[in-house]
């Protein structure tokens, strides 16, 4: 049981609009701590694709793009690409635990 | 370029030890807080310890803490993770990534070096 709840799968067609969940609590995202997404593909090493809420590293294709509020927070992918089928994954930090805390990963499938 | 390299990983028997390192180039090594992050077959990405630049803040997940031992070497630009009494569920590519506090974003990671603990 992870600490960030996140939907097991979501899916959508090419072109179109999909959001995945991050829930948390009021000791990591409700605390006011950072959340940060990640995109991790079979074999390969996971890769940061938004930073601090909303924020895009160099590179990352505006496609993406990351909201929070309260004790959750979102993660858009706007004009789906066969090449965004991956597995997703939440993280932020956890007073309670003094440490880092992950999203069980959410895995999206490009109809 | 920035460039973490995990070395370590192999075949272990259960209740044995294990010491993975993560060597960094291409940047300043001693000003960066580094984690460990695992992932088992077929799970999801676990975080295991953090370690500030000057190893004076060390973390770890309820799941390792009291069994494994995270510190680092900046003359060396190494960073090292103690595995003991290892278990099973300890199983996994075992990554170390780099940060600029706890609370930051994971912006470059190692290959991985996978563990295995056989029962």
């Known amino acids: 049981q992870s600490v960030l709840t996140q939907p097991p799968s979501v899916s959508g067609a090419p072109g179109q609009r999909v959001t995945i969940s991050c829930t948390g609590n009021?000791?990591?995202?409700?605390?006011?701590?950072?959340v940060h997404w990640y995109q991790h593909l079979p074999g390969t090493v996971p890769k940061l694709l938004i930073y601090?809420?909303?924020n895009r590293p160099s590179g990352v294709p505006d496609r993406f793009s990351g909201s929070k509020s309260g004790t959750s927070a979102s993660l858009a992918i706007t004009g789906l690409q066969a090449e965004d089928e991956a597995r997703y994954y939440c993280?932020?930090?956890?007073?309670?635990?003094?440490?880092?805390?992950f999203g069980g990963g959410t895995t999206l499938t490009v109809l | 370029e920035v460039q973490l390299v995990e070395s370590g990983g192999g075949l272990v028997q259960r209740g044995g030890s294990l010491r993975l390192s993560c060597e960094g180039s291409?940047?300043?090594?001693?000003?960066?807080?580094m984690n460990w992050v695992r992932q088992a077959p077929g799970k999801g990405l676990e975080w295991i310890s953090y370690?500030?630049?000057?190893?004076?803040?060390?973390h770890y997940a309820d799941s390792v803490k009291g069994r494994f031992t995270i510190s680092r070497d900046n003359a060396k630009n190494s960073l090292y993770l103690q595995m003991d009494s290892l278990r099973a569920e300890d199983t996994a590519v075992y990554y170390c990534?780099?940060?600029?506090?706890?609370?930051?974003?994971?912006?470059?990671w190692g290959q991985g070096t996978l563990v295995t603990v056989s029962s």
């Open positions: 370690i500030s630049f000057s190893s004076d803040n060390i």
């Open positions: 009021p000791s990591n995202i409700g605390a006011g701590h950072d």
């Open positions: 990534a780099r940060v600029a506090s706890p609370y930051a974003g994971m912006f470059y």
């Open positions: 601090a809420n909303n």
């Open positions: 291409g940047f300043s090594f001693s000003i960066y807080s």
């Open positions: 993280q932020s930090y956890d007073n309670s635990l003094s440490g880092l805390v």
